[in-house]
């Protein structure tokens, strides 16, 4: 099973600042790594994937970069409705795993 | 409009069963591999199956392997989840969503809670 750790746990920081997410691969996932944000109550919404490719609709200042074990979403800067939780997850094995979870939350 | 809605979840006790339904409706269901992702109250998420858009395969998180069977009905456009041998370890949000094979979840229903108590 490929295990994606994701850091830091959480990101405190203020709205127009940039944030910057990590999630590294126990093994190679290519570029078959997707991103998501989850805010309370809601399901996960996908933002990036192919690591570095923007969903529809998505704003650009999302941005998804890396290959292999490490990958990072960037958030360039900070809207008020973008303080949530962001999953990454791959589909280069099976199971499909996500990992643990980044919250980001207003300092 | 495109979206998934999910039913059929509620409080079990632990060794019974239930089965989830996911309505699928504004895109071609048959198209598509479907699958099942859970979350326990306040954790992460987890990919529990998938189904490619055929029926013909499924896959399976360990976990749950020879408990759980995921099924579509493609007349129907919905997609299922029987779940047999609950334990407290299965209680979580079951989201349905769209994907998961050669793509991602791009597609998410609003979620169905499976509570497992006595």
């Known amino acids: 099973e490929i295990v994606l750790t994701q850091s830091p746990a959480t990101l405190s920081l203020s709205p127009g600042e940039r944030a910057t997410l990590s999630c590294r691969a126990s093994q190679s996932v290519s570029n078959y790594l997707a991103w998501y944000q989850q805010k309370p109550g809601q399901a996960p919404r996908l933002l990036i994937y192919?690591?570095?490719n923007r969903a529809t609709g998505i704003p650009a200042r999302f941005s998804g970069s890396g290959s292999g074990t490490d990958f990072t979403l960037t958030i360039s800067s900070l809207e008020p409705e973008d303080f949530a939780v962001y999953y990454c997850q791959q589909r280069n094995n099976w199971p499909r795993t996500f990992g643990q979870g980044t919250k980001v939350e207003i300092k | 409009e495109v979206q998934l809605l999910e039913s059929g979840g509620g409080l079990v006790q632990p060794g019974g069963s239930l089965r989830l339904s996911c309505a699928a409706s504004g895109f071609t269901f048959s198209n598509y591999a479907m699958s099942w992702v859970r979350q326990p109250p306040g954790k992460g998420l987890e990919w529990v199956s998938l189904?490619?858009?055929?029926?013909?395969?499924?896959y399976y998180v360990d976990s749950v392997k020879g408990r759980f069977t995921i099924s579509r009905d493609n007349s129907k456009n919905t997609l299922y989840l029987q779940m047999n041998t609950l334990g407290a370890e299965d209680a979580a949000v079951y989201y349905c969503a769209r994907g998961g094979f050669n793509l991602f979840f791009d597609l998410w229903g609003q979620g169905t809670l499976v509570t497992v108590s006595s």
């Open positions: 192919e690591a570095s």
């Open positions: 189904i490619r858009g055929n029926g013909g395969s499924t």
